[in-house]
């Protein structure tokens, strides 16, 4: 079946811009998360949905990141007033409950002007 | 919280040769840890996993270990081939919680 999907694949924004970065997770996958990797660094937590939970929003960077999940699927993070150290790989991951196996979309290329 | 510690940062190996990748974790609720593959420019894609009822588990070539009483589990790759360079993590994971990812691992397989 169909994976992870991410859009878009590349943002090119300048700074000062806001943006919205999609994640359709793979159908039926109750949990939903989202990293941020800078170039040849790890994977940073960023926020978790958990069915219908409360997410986890503990691993974003400022008040400018916040991320919503419509209906139990789609997901978009939103990244307001855009400064260049956001500047990174964006990626999306889903799985089928809370400690199960994450599958990673191709991720969102952020550059920030 | 849960610590999830990786050495080596990288690692060169002969072709042929084998790599082990350890990891440590501080969380003993900490169930389920899954190692994942990340080649330069793509996404990381599950290569093995291990929960905290076995003590070993091997897919052809590559092989995990856990020890739950040292809160350790490694990664062994055998018979490394050119193919095999890329950037690994693990991960390690409490129920009802998110996963907590090792900083990485860049092997490189010298032809």
């Known amino acids: 079946g169909a994976g992870v999907s991410q859009s878009p694949s590349n943002k090119v924004t300048e700074k000062g811009k806001d943006v919205e970065l999609r994640c359709d997770p793979i159908s039926g996958h109750t949990a939903l998360y989202w990293y941020r990797q800078s170039l040849g660094q790890g994977l940073e937590f960023l926020i978790y949905f958990q069915g219908n939970s409360a997410p986890d929003k503990s691993g974003l960077p400022s008040d400018r990141f916040s991320a919503e999940r419509t209906g139990g699927s789609v997901s978009t993070l939103t990244i307001q007033r855009t400064q260049q150290e956001d500047s990174a790989v964006y990626l999306c991951?889903?799985?089928?409950?809370?400690?199960?196996?994450?599958?990673f979309g191709p991720g969102t290329r952020l550059l920030v002007l | 919280g849960e610590n999830v510690e990786q050495h080596p940062s990288t690692l060169s190996v002969q072709e042929g040769d084998s790599a082990v990748i350890k990891c440590t974790y501080s969380?003993?609720?900490?169930?389920?840890f899954p190692w994942y593959k990340q080649e330069l420019g793509k996404r990381p894609q599950l290569i093995i996993d291990i929960r905290s009822n076995v003590g070993e588990k091997k897919d052809q070539r590559i092989a995990v270990t856990l020890n739950k009483t040292a809160k350790h589990f490694s990664l062994h790759i055998t018979e490394t081939q050119p193919e095999d360079s890329a950037v690994y993590f693990c991960?390690?994971?409490?129920?009802?919680?998110?996963?907590?990812f090792g900083t990485g691992t860049s092997l490189t397989v010298i032809p």
């Open positions: 969380d003993s609720a900490s169930n389920y």
């Open positions: 991951a889903s799985s089928p409950w809370t400690d199960g196996t994450q599958y």
């Open positions: 991960a390690a994971s409490i129920p009802g919680n998110q996963f907590y």
